[in-house]
């Protein structure tokens, strides 16, 4: 099953709540995850640009879609990132058929 990033940024109204009321938001997620048909494999808060890290294996991008389209629709995120990891033998495969593609860069211009 293909595995996700998902970086979140809460809005500052989030954290007036969680600052309020410190609990556990990934007990919160798990199930929504699992819903879609996915798996949370673990999640941190971060410092930075995100709040929070998690990754999640999702049967699909459209899951993977859909469960960021309905964390952000309920308003108290300011930002999300969802980024489709691959593993690293997915990524020298990549390499290799890079390698072979044919791509050439724009030739440079003369000065």
Do not use: C
Request: proline fraction near 7%.
């Amino acid at each position: 099953m293909p595995s996700y990033l998902f970086q979140v940024a809460y809005t500052s109204e989030t954290w007036t709540n969680l600052l309020a009321q410190p609990h556990d938001r990934f007990d919160a997620v798990r199930p929504v995850i699992e819903k879609l048909g996915g798996k949370m494999v673990d999640a941190w808060f971060a410092f930075g640009d995100y709040d929070v890290v998690a990754i999640a294996d999702m049967p699909t991008n459209v899951e993977a879609a859909a469960f960021s389209l309905a964390a952000t629709a309920g308003g108290g995120i300011k930002a999300f990132k969802t980024t489709p990891l691959m593993t690293r033998a997915e990524g020298i495969e990549a390499m290799k058929k890079g390698a072979k593609s044919g791509y050439k860069p724009p030739a440079r211009r003369a000065p």
